[in-house]
């Protein structure tokens, strides 16, 4: 009887593992086994399908993971190379933008591009060619340094204004002459005097403007007590230099770059007020 219960037992558990085995088929395979329902084999694909979804995922997420990395290092690389170039012009600007105007850089950055030339560039081109015109030529055309022709120079100088008054045009011009000279050059003494006219009416065609009969011409001039230059600054038909008028040039001088130290004039009694 126990022998009997036995093989029952045995034949029982039997069977039942051998449905475990068609309904519960190993995680490692997603094969359906044989006596699998479709519906079983249905949700044996979907488990196996799903499984496969999520190693992909962490593939992606991974793969992700590692080339959002290596963009940031790029993009942090890039942006360090960027400041990098920008500190490199900054250093070349003010450098370079000592010697040479923003049109001359301009140019040397790109020959063929076409600029007009401003007052600034006259004025030191000016400045250069009045030392030297055939080293002028020369720096323009076999250094290649961006400077006007000589026919544009000639163009501005018809246009520079030399109406009574205080001579800006010729102030600028100063102020281009002593960039970088040294401050006992720049030491200089106002002069101003007075000077009969004969009362000749003339004509000035580029102001088209007639001026006199004048009685008087009244010049104050700029002159360096450690170099040998001299410059006009100020005239006046019929004119009288008071203290605010010479307060003025001694100060559009000095934001030329000059030092007035010292003043002279003869004993007219038209100076001898100013002191007064």
């Not at 002159?223 to 038909?237: E, I, S, T």
Request: a positive charge; one cysteine or more.
């Amino acid at each position: 009887m126990i022998t009997y219960s036995y093989f029952r037992f045995s034949s029982v558990m039997a069977a039942q593992s051998d449905k475990l085995k068609v309904y519960y088929p190993s995680r490692v395979s997603n094969t359906p086994q044989p006596g699998a329902t479709p519906k079983q084999e249905l949700k044996l694909k979907y488990q196996g399908q799903k499984c496969l979804n999520k190693t992909w995922k962490t593939k992606y997420s991974n793969m992700k993971a590692k080339w959002t990395k290596k963009r940031d290092l790029l993009l942090q690389s890039r942006a360090e190379k960027s400041e990098v170039k920008k500190q490199v012009q900054r250093k070349i600007q003010q450098t370079v933008g000592k010697i040479f105007t923003p049109n001359q850089l301009k140019l040397l950055k790109n020959s063929k591009s076409k600029t007009h030339w401003k007052e600034e560039d006259v004025s030191k081109a000016l400045c250069l060619r009045a030392k030297s015109p055939a080293a002028y030529e020369f720096v323009r055309s076999c250094w290649k340094i961006p400077l006007p022709c000589t026919s544009t120079l000639k163009t501005w100088i018809t246009k520079i204004k030399f109406s009574p008054g205080l001579l800006n045009s010729v102030l600028n011009l100063l102020k281009t002459e002593f960039i970088g000279a040294e401050e006992m050059y720049r030491q200089s003494c106002l002069s101003f005097d007075e000077m009969s006219l004969d009362g000749s009416v003339c004509n000035d065609p580029g102001l088209d403007k007639i001026y006199g009969p004048h009685k008087n011409l009244l010049v104050a001039f700029a002159r360096g007590l450690f170099g040998k230059w001299k410059q006009p600054v100020y005239y006046g038909f019929d004119d009288k230099l008071g203290n605010n008028k010479v307060l003025n040039i001694i100060t559009s001088l000095h934001d030329a770059g000059i030092n007035v130290v010292a003043t002279t004039c003869d004993n007219a009694p038209t100076n001898k007020g100013i002191w007064n």
